[in-house]
């Protein structure tokens, strides 16, 4: 059984930081690639970062460009999301997905083969 579990959400004041992590389990995950995305009350859930499982470069959302950061360790089969310089607008519940394929990892899509329950991230102003 697939599971996605994130973790590390919670209140924190404008400028401040976070670092959401996604513990995967279940199968091997040598070929997808995992993202974080987010999704605020009464909008539509949207991508923010995605790396492939095997590595390489990240590419991330233009509104957080430069204050976020996606990063994964492969012996602990957990992804992370370091969040810094946070906002008020970054407030939404955070969802960890896993993709099989390079096209999850264009950001173009917001889907994934397997999701994560979700963090709650509140930042106050």
């Known amino acids: 059984q697939v599971q996605l579990v994130e973790s590390g959400g919670g209140l924190v004041q404008a400028g401040g930081s976070l670092r959401l992590s996604c513990a995967a389990s279940g199968r091997s995950f040598s070929g997808y690639a995992m993202g974080w995305f987010r999704q605020a009350p009464g909008k539509e859930r949207e991508f923010v970062a995605a790396?492939?499982?095997?590595?390489?470069?990240?590419i991330y959302a233009d509104s957080v460009k430069g204050r976020f950061a996606i990063s994964r360790d492969v012996a602990k089969n957990t992804v992370y999301l370091q969040m810094n310089r946070l906002k008020p607008e970054d407030s939404a519940v955070y969802y960890c997905?896993?993709?099989?394929?390079?096209?999850?990892?264009?950001?173009?899509?917001?889907?994934?083969?397997?999701w994560g329950q979700g963090t709650q991230v509140t930042v106050s102003s």
């Open positions: 790396i492939m499982w095997s590595g390489g470069s990240a």
């Open positions: 997905g896993a993709g099989r394929g390079s096209q999850y990892y264009t950001g173009r899509v917001v889907a994934a083969d397997y």
